[in-house]
């Protein structure tokens, strides 16, 4: 370090050959007498040790010699000034590097250390050379601490001791030897002082190991430059970039002591290639497990394959991305790719299509639709050889030759490449779709992936997609989705948070505003707890969507304390090759305990539970829904809930272990209720007593049990005599089964409570 280079600063005196009225015989002030014309003062241009000097007899007991140059001092600066004298005649005089300490003001600074030490001449004819190091810091090696109030100095030397001796002086030098103290006092190497030559071709690979090994727990600086790398470096020590470096796309570089995108965004020169680099070493070094964004907006400029970027197919250690704002620039990269192909789909290969005609133009990811395709079906694979394609669910009315639509969206983060992810966590990041992208990809296969505390802005087709089994025991907690499809009406809306094929998720305390749909969900052992998804529109008498779709018919999914806002809960089996009954599982595994369900300007048909059987024979064999509140706003609305049967109805008389109970209605014309509670009145004598259900067991189902018979009050014949006689009943009587009656030995009257079931309890 030099700042006469770095910074321009003059430190250098003048030669006396220039003249020896820059030279003060005081303090070096500006008006203070001068050696010009003096009689003990004379340039000597020639001298057999020197070439040009002073020869001055000393006259005063401080003999004093100055340069009137203001040379600039600063904090952390250190100068070396030299002298080099020898005595000509007379007495031998003691000599000093000595200066004059100015503040900003120009007034002296007295605290200032302004003579250095003395060295006295012990001879004639011998060159003695005096020096002194003045700098602001207070450090072993320093002669004269100035601390940080000059701002300038008049250097040059003092003559003690004895008078009437000659001496003859060599011009007087400075130098800056900030450098001599430049690794102790700024805790840092410089990687060019090791060989780093910064000129984007020459590999200093070399030259940044060299550094790094010499910091040993310092900071290693990469100075101004362009700096090329050709191989995998990594830092054991702190880095610092003021330079830049580039290196191949398959090399990474490792800074494992401040590991974050401030750190990788100056070493690449922007937010997006430092991204990249950081985001691929995240995947190879235990030193860190976490990429913090430090709150920074990376703008992509295409969707990241993180796979292709890191060089991996699998992964199974714990990484998380933290802290930061992805966005997505308007451009080409983020088109749906759309290719339509004409394939065969066999029922007895559910999960292939054969015979498919352009299918290298079909990419990987692409999302399946068509007649008899469900929601949510994905190309996970294909064989361009044979012609094939695999996919993530079974086709429920496809079988045949036909035409199909495949869509790849494009993701902000694709992790699609892995053929298996396991334990990847995403917390505190915004995902700005800005109506272009769809945010995030899962892999193939894997576990435990984990969205947390993130923010989801205006998602044009998905937020969150697995194309496979990569959402295995998928996490989702405390986000909110906002989608592009805001000023659509429901019914016209395509975008979806998020879908699962696999087990085991998690969806908590979430938000999300006017989507197509939630979520929907192919796996079984799902929660969702806390969220609130909310699919209105402005219309009034609107239709609505289903905002979590169960495809799975049995799939043991609790819904507990979520605000299912203007949408409904659909329970379908469009995921299945043969969807009519087949001594399976049939609809069920669901319990709805503690939710709001609430909706506005709604048409009067529309419910907030909903069965879409896609075949015939199916019913339901265990569903709870207790305790919660449904409230329809602006106009009632028929029932709760019902049964689609756009393709096929329920099996009604087969219903086991429904309960619906304890529950709140509000703007509802018809509730539902199972057990259900009637009292019946009849006022003239009848040996049968025909017990209506009133259409209130849930979804239309019949009377399939009477559980309880209590007589309010005698029961009596038609003299009015009591009656101690109890009634057999019969099931499932009158249109659509909702009677049952109470049949009684001999006709009889009276008042009755009845306590009727919807299914077969055991």
């Not at 002073?54 to 600066?77: N, Y």
């Not at 272009?436 to 969150?464: P, Q, Y």
């Amino acid at each position: 370090m030099n700042k006469a280079i770095t910074q321009g600063l003059v430190l250098m005196p003048p030669p006396f050959s220039a003249g020896l009225g820059l030279w003060s015989r005081e303090d070096g002030l500006s008006g203070q007498g001068s050696y010009l014309g003096q009689a003990n003062a004379a340039y000597v241009p020639a001298d057999q040790d020197f070439s040009g000097c002073l020869e001055l007899q000393k006259t005063t007991a401080v003999q004093k010699l100055r340069c009137f140059q203001s040379i600039p001092c600063q904090p952390g600066m250190y100068l070396r000034v030299t002298a080099r004298v020898k005595a000509i005649s007379g007495a031998l005089p003691v000599v000093r590097i000595a200066g004059w300490a100015g503040s900003g003001s120009g007034t002296n600074v007295t605290t200032a250390d302004q003579q250095g030490p003395n060295v006295a001449l012990t001879g004639y004819g011998s060159v003695v050379t005096v020096s002194a190091i003045i700098g602001s810091g207070n450090r072993p090696g320093v002669d004269m601490v100035w601390g940080t109030a000059p701002a300038f100095g008049h250097f040059g030397i003092d003559l003690t001791g004895p008078t009437g001796g000659v001496v003859r002086i060599d011009d007087i030098t400075i130098e800056d030897v900030t450098g001599v103290f430049h690794t102790e006092m700024f805790d840092w190497v410089d990687v060019r002082d090791y060989g780093a030559v910064g000129d984007g071709v020459t590999d200093d690979r070399a030259a940044f190991d060299a550094a790094d090994t010499a910091a040993a727990g310092k900071t290693v600086v990469v100075s101004p430059g362009v700096y090329f790398i050709g191989s995998h470096l990594t830092f054991e020590n702190l880095v610092q970039f003021e330079g830049t470096i580039v290196m191949p796309d398959n090399q990474r570089l490792a800074c494992t002591r401040n590991y974050n995108l401030d750190t990788y965004a100056a070493a690449f020169g922007s937010e997006l290639a430092g991204f990249k680099k950081a985001l691929q070493v995240l995947f190879y070094f235990t030193d860190h497990v976490t990429l913090d964004l430090n709150g920074r907006r990376v703008e992509l400029t295409a969707p990241i394959n993180v796979a292709a970027l890191c060089g991996l197919t699998s992964f199974s250690t714990r990484r998380a991305l933290v802290n930061g704002n992805l966005v997505a620039v308007p451009g080409a990269s983020w088109n749906t790719q759309t290719v339509s192909a004409v394939a065969t789909y066999a029922v007895g290969n559910p999960l292939v299509l054969t015979g498919v005609a352009n299918i290298a133009a079909i990419p990987v990811g692409a999302r399946v639709s068509g007649s008899g395709v469900g929601r949510e079906v994905y190309v996970t694979s294909k064989n361009v050889g044979a012609s094939t394609i695999s996919l993530s669910q079974p086709l429920w009315a496809a079988a045949g030759t036909r035409t199909f639509t495949f869509e790849r969206y494009a993701y902000l983060l694709d992790f699609s490449g892995f053929t298996e992810l396991t334990r990847f966590q995403i917390k505190g990041v915004e995902f700005s779709c800005a109506s272009i992208a769809s945010g995030i990809n899962l892999a193939t296969a894997g576990a435990i992936f984990d969205v947390s505390e993130c923010m989801f802005g205006l998602v044009k087709d998905r937020a969150i997609t697995s194309t496979g089994e990569g959402c295995q025991d998928l996490h989702v907690d405390r986000c909110q989705f906002f989608s592009a499809d805001q000023g659509q009406l429901a019914q016209n809306r395509n975008s979806i948070v998020f879908n699962a094929n696999a087990n085991d998720i998690k969806i908590r305390n979430n938000r999300s505003s006017r989507f197509g749909h939630f979520g929907i969900v192919a796996g079984s052992g799902g929660l969702f707890v806390g969220n609130h998804f909310f699919g209105g529109d402005d219309s009034p008498n609107g239709l609505r969507r289903a905002g979590v779709v169960l495809t799975l018919p049995n799939s043991k999914t609790f819904f507990t304390g979520n605000y299912v806002d203007n949408s409904f809960i659909e329970l379908s089996n469009e995921h299945d090759a043969t969807p009519e009954y087949s001594n399976e599982y049939s609809f069920g595994g669901v319990s709805l305990t503690g939710n709001v369900f609430t909706a506005q300007n709604v048409v009067p048909w529309f419910s907030w539970i909903v069965i879409t059987p896609r075949g015939p024979g199916h019913f339901i064999s265990g569903m709870s829904v207790t305790g919660n509140v449904f409230y329809a706003r602006s106009g009632d609305i028929d029932r709760v809930e019902s049964v689609d049967t756009s393709h096929a109805t329920l099996a009604f008389n087969a219903f086991r272990n429904v309960n619906f109970e304890q529950n709140t209605f509000n703007g509802v014309v018809q509730r539902a209720v199972s057990p259900m509670v009637v009292e019946h009145v009849q006022n003239t004598v009848s040996d049968t007593w025909a017990v209506n259900s009133n259409n209130l067991l849930p979804f239309g189902g019949r009377a399939r049990n009477v559980v309880a018979v209590v007589a309010e009050g005698a029961i009596t014949n038609g003299a009015g005599a009591v009656q101690f006689v109890a009634p057999y009943t019969q099931v499932e009587q009158g249109a659509g089964g909702q009677f049952a009656n109470l049949k009684w030995p001999s006709p009889v009257k009276g008042r009755v409570q009845v306590t009727l079931r919807v299914d077969n309890p055991v």
